[in-house]
């Protein structure tokens, strides 16, 4: 088995780096999507978070009001660490669980947002980045989210630098152009990957 950690900061072009790795064969664990499951209703990891936060944090169907919590949690270094030591662990547990259960030749991408931040670079064979320039992903988040410049480059404060992440990096994808250049990128990657998995 092959496993990859994939992180890039946001509107770097990661999500489509990991779409077209599933399509080629990888196995995909998105750690946003782990992170949504291990707070769903009747969980643990609800529980924890309304216990942390109160039930201001819960909507009226019981479920995990995120504009509350993410109002909370945003703009208090404080608080999103509290969140974190509650979420992030139980989200290596789920994707430790569906490691354990791939293919021992498989290639598992595993795609975390805040690996560098989260300390998780020493775990994977090959640790690969999704880098563009800043003003690239602040246009980005203004022209397809619809965020103002102040939110978009709080958003990227909030994250680690773009050194941080390329320093860590066995492999940067630079996603400065076409969505086209960066997917002949993946598709050149993916051929390494192969290779690499098959000699292991």
């Given at each position: 088995?092959l496993r990859i950690g994939l992180t890039g900061g946001i509107a770097s072009g990661k999500s489509l780096v990991a779409t077209r790795l599933a399509e080629h064969g990888a196995v995909?664990?998105?750690?946003?999507?782990?992170?949504?499951?291990?707070?769903?209703?009747?969980?643990?990891?609800?529980?924890?978070?309304?216990?942390?936060?109160?039930?201001?944090?819960?909507?009226?169907?019981?479920?995990?009001?995120?504009?509350?919590?993410?109002?909370?949690?945003?703009?208090?270094?404080?608080?999103?660490?509290?969140?974190?030591?509650?979420?992030?662990?139980?989200?290596?547990?789920?994707?430790?669980?569906?490691?354990?259960?791939?293919?021992?030749?498989?290639?598992?991408?595993?795609?975390?947002?805040?690996?560098?931040?989260?300390?998780?670079?020493?775990?994977?064979?090959?640790?690969?980045?999704?880098?563009?320039?800043?003003?690239?992903?602040?246009?980005?988040?203004?022209?397809?989210?619809?965020?103002?410049?102040?939110?978009?480059?709080?958003?990227?404060?909030?994250?680690?630098?773009?050194?941080?992440?390329?320093?860590?990096?066995?492999?940067?994808?630079?996603?400065?152009?076409?969505?086209?250049?960066?997917?002949?990128?993946?598709?050149?990657?993916?051929?390494?990957?192969?290779?690499?998995?098959?000699?292991?």
């Open positions: 088995m995909l664990i998105d750690s946003d999507v782990l992170a949504r499951q291990v707070v769903e209703p009747g969980t643990p990891g609800l529980a924890a978070v309304r216990a942390a936060f109160g039930e201001g944090v819960i909507a009226t169907d019981g479920s995990l009001d995120r504009a509350a919590l993410g109002a909370l949690v945003f703009a208090e270094p404080a608080q999103r660490a509290r969140l974190n030591g509650i979420v992030h662990p139980l989200v290596r547990e789920a994707a430790a669980q569906l490691v354990a259960t791939s293919s021992p030749e498989a290639v598992v991408v595993q795609d975390i947002p805040l690996l560098v931040e989260t300390g998780q670079q020493g775990d994977f064979d090959v640790i690969v980045v999704v880098d563009a320039p800043d003003e690239v992903r602040i246009a980005r988040m203004m022209e397809h989210r619809g965020m103002a410049r102040e939110d978009a480059l709080a958003r990227i404060a909030a994250q680690a630098s773009r050194e941080d992440r390329n320093a860590v990096a066995h492999v940067v994808l630079v996603n400065d152009g076409s969505r086209e250049a960066l997917l002949e990128q993946v598709d050149a990657l993916w051929a390494k990957l192969r290779s690499k998995a098959a000699a292991e």
